[in-house]
Every structure is written in structure tokens, then in C-alpha cells.
């Protein structure tokens, strides 16, 4: 099973600044790798598909980028609705797997 | 548009089963693989298993093995996740998710399990 790691856990942010995630897997997926947004009580999101493919309707300031076993999810010029957690996935080989989240505080 | 509505949320005591559905709308059903997700309360995302809804094939992860179902019934574009011998840690939102990328999400369906 393939392992995703994600850091930070927390993170407090102020708004405009830049914001970036990383996520790591534990061997090789190539590209395979997607990004989600959950808020409370609400269905996870999703942000960017694999690794750096943009989502229609998905503000411009979210980016991915990264192959292999290293990715990072980059949210451009912050805003306070992006307080949520977000969560990296991968695609590549079954099982698929979660991160573990990374929690988003809005200063 | 692309539509996952599931069904209401279910309260079961432990060692019973429980079955939650996943009706599709707005696309071709066969086109597009379905997976389940879980979430405890305040924890994390977890891939339970997938199903091919062209001919029911599936694939679980290994820690539900023998205690979940995935079927799927065509005629109505609806797929289900069974899950037995239920304990209190099952106690989870579940979703259903289309496609390896999980574009579109179910709205959840909350099960409980307690005496």
C-alpha cells in the first residue's frame, strides 16, 4: 500500500499570503495524484487532478505541481475561504490512499 | 449536471449490517468506476474499495475485506456499499465518488453505531 504524507498538519495563514502544501508518497506514482478541499459538514472537493491538471470552476490561485513521489498543492494570494483541509490522493496503484490532511487556518 | 445523491442516515447497533446507496445522474453510469470513501468523526479521508459498474467487478482495500459489499444495478444507475459485523469504530460519514480522480461526491450518509 502506498503511503501519502502531508505537511504540515496546521497551518495559520494571514490572507494574500501564499500557501504551500506538499504531499509524499511512498514509492513512485508518476502523476497520479489529485487534490481536495473539505470544509466542515461539507463533501470534499476536487482541486486539481493529476498532479497539475486545473479543474473548471476551481478559483486560478490553486496550482499542483510535482511527479515521481514528490507534489505540492499552491494557493496564490490567499483568501478566507479557503480555510479548510486539504487532502492529497493517489491513483496509482490499489489501494488507493489518503494523506492525512492538512487543516488551513485563516488568521 | 453530474448528480451523487445517497441515501439517509442510518443508526444500527453493533454486529448488524447496514446498506448505503449511491444514485447517479446526469451521465453514462457504465462509463465511470465508483468508489467509497469514509470518514470517522474528526479524522481523515479513507478509500474503502471501487466497482466497475459495466459488469460489478470490484476491489477493496484490505482492512474490510469479508465485510464489504460493493454492488451495483444498472437499471436504476445506483450503486451500494454494504458493510457487516459493525462495530462502534465504523461509525463514520460515507461517500461515493466517481472516477480515480473523485470528481464528483455523494452528499454523504452519516452511520451510527451504538447500543
Known amino acids: 500500500e502506498i503511503v501519502l504524507t502531508q505537511s504540515p498538519d496546521f497551518q495559520s495563514v494571514t490572507p494574500k499570503e501564499k500557501v504551500t502544501i506538499t504531499c509524499r508518497a511512498s514509492?513512485?506514482?508518476?502523476?497520479?495524484l489529485h487534490w481536495y478541499q473539505q470544509k466542515p459538514d461539507q463533501s470534499p472537493k476536487l482541486l486539481i487532478k493529476?498532479?497539475?491538471q486545473s479543474i473548471s470552476g476551481v478559483p486560478s490561485r490553486f496550482s499542483g505541481s510535482g511527479s515521481g513521489t514528490d507534489f505540492t498543492l499552491t494557493i496564490n494570494s490567499l483568501e478566507t475561504e479557503d480555510a479548510a483541509t486539504y487532502y492529497c490522493?493517489?491513483?496509482?496503484?490499489?489501494?488507493?490512499?489518503f494523506g492525512q490532511g492538512t487543516k488551513l487556518e485563516i488568521k | 449536471q453530474v448528480q451523487l445523491v445517497q441515501s439517509g442516515a442510518e443508526v444500527k447497533k453493533p454486529g448488524a449490517s447496514v446498506k448505503v446507496s449511491c444514485k447517479a445522474s446526469?451521465?453514462?453510469?457504465?462509463?465511470?468506476?465508483m468508489h467509497w470513501v469514509r470518514q470517522a468523526p474528526g479524522q481523515g479521508l479513507e478509500w474503502m474499495g471501487i466497482i466497475n459498474p459495466i459488469d460489478g467487478t470490484t476491489s477493496y482495500t484490505q482492512k474490510f475485506q469479508g465485510r464489504v459489499t460493493m454492488t451495483r444495478d444498472t437499471s436504476t444507475s445506483t450503486v451500494y456499499m454494504a458493510l457487516s459485523s459493525l462495530r462502534s469504530e465504523d461509525t463514520a460519514v460515507y461517500y461515493c465518488?466517481?472516477?480515480?480522480?473523485?470528481?464528483?461526491w455523494g452528499q454523504g450518509t452519516l452511520v451510527t453505531v451504538s447500543s
Open positions: 493529476y498532479a497539475s
Open positions: 514509492q513512485s506514482i508518476a502523476n497520479s
Open positions: 446526469g451521465y453514462i453510469f457504465t462509463s465511470h468506476y
Open positions: 490522493h493517489q491513483s496509482s496503484s490499489l489501494p488507493y490512499t
Open positions: 465518488a466517481r472516477d480515480s480522480w473523485l470528481d464528483t
